[in-house]
């Protein structure tokens, strides 16, 4: 067993080391945080920003100061859980953006429905065997200043929806088949908070339990997080 006197002797030799000095090594210290697994393509999507992951995953990793392996792979999954909830505040966004802006432009649509109108003819035309019929449809706009006020109000809705936070809100109700997306939203919500709990709690046990080899501490309890606000207690 480790005698306190080493104990205290590595502790202090910790202290004197600051890391890499160099650009270089610095540079590759902070890249070994987002080069593997869920910290790195795991975790993001086309579009969302790899610097806001490598800075959240630093500051993370800051914060629980985790050591070795299996603490290491708690931090990840803590990270994704992290990023997946901010995430999910931009889906939620972007089906209200999907819905509003179509409905908006639906709205303007009909408007410019209002100022036009159709006609249908049919010409019919003589065959030796039989009759030849056309179809001529012809439109009359009879407001054109308001009838292009609201086609251009129809097509700035559209592109609005048709933007990058809409699109991911939109995927997201495809995925829920049409069900209620802001019901499948929570349930998803949920699963993830429920993951981070476990994951920082057995994370904060094996820490508990690693400074207990090293001092008088007392040994960790485990806890079984429910989101719901129930837990069970075991040893």
Known sequence: MTSKKQIQANRRNALKSTGPKT????AAVRLNATTNGLRSQEVLLPGEDEEALKELDENLRAELKPVGELENLLVDGIVAAHWRL??????????FAWELYG??????????????HTETEVWIGGYKDGAEFETVTKTTITDK?????????????ESVRNAELATLGHSFIQDANEANAFSKLSRYEAEIWRSLYKALHELQRLQAARRH?????????AIDVDVSGVSGEGV
């Open 23 to 26: 650009p270089e090594g610095k």
């Open 86 to 95: 901010r995430r999910l505040r931009r889906v939620e966004a972007g089906i």
């Open 103 to 116: 409905e908006l432009a639906r709205r303007a649509r009909q408007e410019a429905d209002k100022y036009s």
């Open 145 to 157: 200043q308001k009838h292009q006020e609201a086609v251009k109000t129809a097509q700035e809705m």
């Open 213 to 221: 080899t090293e001092g008088n501490v007392s040994p960790p309890m």
